[in-house]
């Protein structure tokens, strides 16, 4: 009869074969797999253009969400740069706003050659942004009140003041001393164009020749420093308005904090050139966060143009 016989193996005493042999020393390398494309970034898990991280407090934020809340951190606060274009349509009634000299380009003057020609940086930056250069300006409607309102865009150049700048925002202030009306400007800006060498230093005395006249008129205009408002731009028609506004956060200032201190050879008190510092010394009027941005410069016309409508009621 036959048998089948078992041996029973004790555990743990013959030698078995390790679950993980390790390759030997002349095996080849194991291939590698195969990474999906596109994956040099670290944040693998997290699809690229849909989240930001917040440089203030660390958040990752849903871009939508961002959107929908004016490019600010629902976090902390935190003001993103955002682009004229949505900054408009946050501020005017809708379909209010009509652009003014919206195809004036600049010209390259110097005939500029550095690291690129300004014929160069001026193409790859209107091909980038879509913008002719860096400020929109237009006649809208903010609430009841019809104004004339310059958007200045930081992603053009660095916000810099060439003469299309110049001559878009003086012809923006001199069409409302013309028609009458309040003037705006959101400032930001690196400073003059230096590709443009004096034609855009003399912007700065250009449009706030405009403005003299337009004030002459008791006209108001209001100026919103955003971040960052510097050099050329802050010390012409930014620092000029009626009333001076600013975002929380915004840097403000002429030179760079390092000059400045390189210069006075002083240390620099804590939070300077910053909105909130600016604020305490009486530079500014006021902080408006962006959400509030559209109530507020509305309740400020409704202030500024009171008396003109009294007169015109009497
Ligand atoms: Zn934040």
Not at 29 to 45: E, V
Not at 64 to 73: M, P, R, S
Not at 283 to 296: C, G, Q, S, T
Request: net charge neutral; aromatic share 6%.
């Amino acid at each position: 009869m036959a048998t089948t016989t078992f041996t029973k193996k004790a555990l743990g005493v013959e030698t078995v074969e390790p679950a993980l042999t390790p390759p030997s020393a002349k095996a080849p390398p194991l291939p590698k797999k195969p990474k999906p494309s596109g994956s040099k970034s670290k944040k693998r898990d997290i699809p690229e253009g849909l989240w930001t991280k917040c440089p203030k407090c660390g958040t990752m934020v849903y871009d939508k969400e961002l959107d929908e809340n004016l490019k600010v951190c629902p976090k902390c606060h935190h003001h993103f740069p955002i682009s004229s274009r949505e900054r408009i349509n946050s501020l005017v009634e809708t379909c209010t706003f009509e652009e003014m000299d919206a195809d004036m380009t600049s010209v390259d003057v110097l005939n500029f050659n550095g690291v690129a020609t300004y014929k160069a940086k001026l193409e790859e930056y209107q091909k980038s942004t879509t913008l002719k250069d860096a400020v929109i300006t237009g006649i809208c409607k903010i609430g009841m009140h019809r104004a004339m309102l310059g958007v200045m865009d930081f992603d053009f150049l660095g916000g810099s003041m060439g003469s299309v700048v110049g001559e878009k925002l003086t012809r923006l202030i001199e069409r409302a001393t013309e028609k009458e009306l309040p003037v705006i400007i959101i400032s930001t800006s690196g400073g003059a164009r230096m590709y443009e060498g004096m034609f855009s230093l003399m912007q700065m005395a250009k449009t706030s020749a405009a403005l003299a006249y337009h004030a002459q008129r008791r006209l108001p205009y209001i100026s919103v420093l955003t971040h960052p408002t510097t050099a050329g731009v802050m010390a012409s028609y930014a620092s000029l308005g009626d009333l001076i506004l600013a975002e929380p956060g915004a840097m403000i200032g002429f030179a760079g904090p390092r000059v400045i201190k390189d210069t006075t050879q002083a240390e620099l008190p804590p939070g300077f050139q910053t909105a909130e510092f600016l604020l305490d010394r009486g530079l500014i009027d006021a902080i408006v966060p962006r959400k509030e941005m559209k109530e507020r410069l509305i309740g400020y016309l409704d202030f500024l143009t009171a008396g003109e409508k009294a007169a015109v009621s009497s």
